[in-house]
């Protein structure tokens, strides 16, 4: 079978039919990138030794509950008929100047929005020309 189907029919029952002539669908191995074996790690098959009062009481948070830790919204979306933002919030300025600790970005991005209040994501990264995960 083909591994991209060309319509729904046969996206639906690919897995039926044999693997014959040309149509033969060929060993696939994913780049090595997709791997996360490359990154070692101690704690992979290691106990919890972490036992605090704090850290039982998020385990034990019960079902519909998120135990992942709340992360910050510090974007501000603006519909088309609001007016747009003059100047990005205390707290998204003190998160940035908390998490910025190598000075150049933190200045390319004062610079920046010195000129303009408010950037896109992607506009910043062209205009600075840092790497994604330095705005992350």
Known sequence: PRLVPVDLPSALSWWHKP???DMRTPLF???YQ???YNTPSA???SRELDFSLEKMKRKSGGHGQS???ERK???VTVHADEEFPKAPTEEAIRDANLRCK???PHRLLQELFEERPMWTRIAILR???LEDFLLK
């Open 102 to 104: 190598n000075e150049e």
């Open 19 to 21: 693997d014959t002539g």
């Open 34 to 36: 997709f791997s996360r």
């Open 29 to 31: 191995l994913p780049p």
């Open 73 to 75: 919204a510090l974007s």
């Open 127 to 129: 205009r600075t020309g």
């Open 43 to 45: 704690k992979i098959l």
């Open 67 to 69: 135990l992942r830790m």
